[in-house]
């Protein structure tokens, strides 16, 4: 739900750009959207040597994962060079907690609309932009980083809110939304920063 309450450092044309925006984000699918303050994130370089310990997988086999995305340190500072974000969420009814179909079909409805928002975004206006996803960047079925080869798509290939060292439940809670949404839920954050 978009918030009501105006942005302390926004001008009024920016909190008129950043509600319509914020009500396409919804239009969209998203269960939750809010712009908040860039300087409200919270970052840790701590998210880095989770990504090392390579749970998913993927670790060092994508171009948009750790470690080849680059320096953990010089992504958190990069993301202070922004002056707003809109944080938005997914949330998928799942059949139960082993339904891991499901939760596959909800991670690529998030990675379509985290896609369809590079060009909402680009439509209303906005230039000098950072979208960042939920996990590593699935617009390929196989990254070309596995074959040696260069990104197929530079200019669409996402990295992930963790990759930039990102406290996803603290921006959670900045934007008023819930980590977790409940039982038999999967719930996915992106974000897209504006300078
Ligand atoms: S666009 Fe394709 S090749 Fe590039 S990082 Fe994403 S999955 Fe890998």
Not at 71 to 89: C, G, S
């Amino acid at each position: 739900m978009p918030s009501s309450q105006p942005q302390k450092n926004m001008t009024h044309d920016e909190q008129a750009r950043f509600a319509a925006l914020t009500k396409e984000v919804l239009a969209r699918g998203a269960f939750r959207a809010q712009v908040i303050d860039a300087a409200a994130v919270e970052t840790d370089a701590v998210f880095r040597d989770i990504c090392a310990a390579n749970a998913c997988g993927v670790y060092g086999k994508c171009w948009m994962c750790p470690p080849d995305i680059g320096d953990i340190h010089e992504m958190m500072a990069e993301l202070r060079t922004y002056r707003h974000v809109l944080v938005y969420q997914t949330v998928t009814a799942l059949e139960d907690s082993y339904d891991f179909e499901g939760m596959t079909e909800a991670g690529h409805a998030m990675n379509r609309l985290a896609q369809d928002l590079r060009r909402v975004v680009a439509d209303a206006g906005f230039t000098d932009t950072l979208h960042l996803g939920a996990g590593g960047c699935r617009l390929c079925a196989v990254c070309a980083k596995r074959t040696d080869e260069p990104c197929r798509f530079p200019d669409r290939a996402m990295t992930s809110l963790e990759a930039y060292g990102i406290h996803v439940s603290r921006l959670a809670a900045a934007a008023g939304m819930k980590y977790i949404n409940g039982p038999d839920t999967v719930t996915f954050f992106g974000a897209v920063f504006f300078r």
